[in-house]
């Protein structure tokens, strides 16, 4: 498996850090790339290649503004985003985008939630797909809890959607933190193997940090569920860690060796990435 982790395209130093902590890879926030020059762009693309590191997959493919579901859904501004984000983030070289977007895709109140699962699966497979196949990339569609969207809660609601376009490219994406929020069986994931593109984890049960191996029994046992589930679904693709600092105990803090190149405001991030990798590698 290839671990990665998710920061923003602009923190050249986080990149760095993570390149030194042992990562395969970064993932970042497509959306973000819309109000970028083109020096920031080549920027990160320099920030890339010096470290050599990639960027294998982006997240957050939708902002906020972009309506996918009820009657305000626009398809024409819609296919407009599309062309524009991934024209213009076309040299980058990620294999996976993650269809999360909870905000975009939020059923309205009063809405059928049918219908909008319908304009789900005509937004995937009417311009979504094309994308994949001319820019080459997976989709992963991404389970999210009911606290961030009202629809596609869970890896068989994720499955169903990409089930329905019946194409290579279009897969879904299974999220630790959602799972556990959401009480889904992390175990069903053994049986789900060729349909998982990609996986993300955080800590659900303390307010989404990075794992580490000093966490509850709790999010000790779930963690076990996760990594055996995709080991026996013979997964050996990607897993990012997407959440925020304050996992790691100061006893780990105070053991970590840090390389003096490492700022004083960016130890904790090295000492908190380097531990949770190691911890995952050992599960």
């Not at 959306?31 to 590191?53: M, Q, V, W």
């Not at 990620?94 to 975009?104: L, M, Y």
Request: some cysteine; overall charge negative; charged content about 25%.
């Amino acid at each position: 498996m290839r671990y990665g982790n998710c920061v923003p395209f602009k923190n050249a130093n986080h990149i760095k850090i993570l390149k030194a902590a042992g990562f395969d890879y970064i993932e970042t926030n497509l959306s973000a790339f819309l109000d970028a020059s083109e020096s920031e762009i080549t920027d990160f693309l320099s920030s890339l290649k010096e470290n050599n590191i990639t960027c294998e997959a982006v997240n957050v493919l939708f902002p906020g503004g972009i309506i996918l579901t009820g009657e305000q859904a626009d398809y024409p501004k819609v296919a407009d985003y599309i062309n524009i984000i991934f024209e213009k983030t076309k040299n980058i070289g990620f294999k996976t985008v993650v269809f999360g977007s909870g905000g975009a895709r939020k059923c309205p109140d009063g809405f059928p939630k049918e219908k909008a699962i319908e304009q789900i699966i005509e937004v995937a497979g009417r311009f979504l797909l094309p994308a994949a196949e001319k820019y080459d990339f997976t989709l992963a569609i991404e389970e999210l809890h009911r606290g961030e969207t009202n629809i596609i809660n869970t890896i068989d609601e994720a499955e169903y959607i990409a089930e329905q376009i019946n194409n290579p490219r279009i897969k879904v994406l299974a999220d630790l933190y959602h799972i556990g929020l959401e009480n889904d069986d992390a175990t069903k994931l053994s049986q789900k193997g060729g349909m998982l593109a990609h996986c993300h984890i955080a800590n659900p049960y303390n307010g989404r940090k990075y794992p580490q191996a000093s966490d509850s029994s709790e999010a000790i046992e779930l963690y076990k569920k996760f990594f055996s589930s995709l080991k026996s679904a013979g997964y050996i693709k990607t897993l990012s860690i997407e959440g925020g600092l304050g996992g790691l105990l100061d006893c780990d803090f105070d053991k970590t060796e840090i390389p003096e190149w490492v700022e004083k405001d960016d130890r904790l991030f090295y000492a908190e990435s380097k531990k949770s990798l190691e911890f995952m590698i050992s599960l």
